[in-house]
């Protein structure tokens, strides 16, 4: 009696392991990191994009970039918008990028904002701008045996913001640029030029 007993418990515990190992093998889907109405961005097959979805299924896509499998965006929102009467789609997200030496560590932070008409499948806007945060070791004699620790922020590229009407602003430090949609041309042009 107990050795069916014991037969009977090593051959449910086996068909309980082998049901765990089948389930562990289906692959899973990664959710997408920001959606709306029908657009979904994901990272998918190596690249970042926005799927444009039909009946819940995918039909077309818009590559951003191509990625590997370190990329990890933060921060990912979609936001719709009209300009001059279209309607365009914002993207931002965020990448973090750590570079480490003996004596230097830096952490940039890029943020990119850009802009999509979804009918014509195209980027019609980019902006990108980083913010590095350097921590140094800095040795005050030429011996080497003193130092001490330095910080320091360091910026590169320009602001974006997004106004109400559909125009954009990009701040520096010394200079501003207004861009304005064309929906001829399917981009932004410059304010202060004739369109």
Excluded at 121 to 142: G, I, M, P, R, S
Excluded at 176 to 194: F, G, I, P, Q
Aim: net charge positive; hydrophobic share 35%; charged share 25%.
């Amino acid at each position: 009696m107990k050795k069916v007993l014991l037969l009977l418990f090593i051959a449910v515990s086996t068909l309980s392991l082998q049901a765990q190992k089948g389930k562990s093998k289906s692959p899973k889907s990664n959710p997408p990191l920001a959606k709306l109405d029908n657009l979904s961005v994901e990272v998918k097959e190596g690249n970042y994009q926005i799927t444009i979805n039909e009946n819940n299924a995918p039909k077309d896509a818009i590559v951003i970039k191509s990625v590997d499998a370190k990329f990890a965006p933060s921060n990912c929102l979609l936001k719709s918008f009209k300009a001059n009467g279209v309607t365009l789609y914002l993207l931002t997200w965020s990448e973090k990028v750590t570079l480490k030496t003996d004596l230097k560590t830096e952490v940039s932070t890029i943020n990119n904002s850009n802009i999509y008409d979804i009918t014509a499948k195209k980027q019609v806007f980019t902006n990108a701008q980083t913010t590095t945060d350097v921590t140094e070791k800095v040795f005050l004699d030429k011996n080497k045996t003193v130092s001490e620790t330095q910080q320091r922020k360091r910026k590169e590229g320009l602001e974006f913001v997004l106004n109400p009407d559909g125009t954009v602003i990009q701040k520096g430090k010394n200079q501003e640029n207004k861009w304005t949609y064309n929906s001829t041309k399917m981009e932004y042009v410059d304010a202060k030029k004739k369109k």
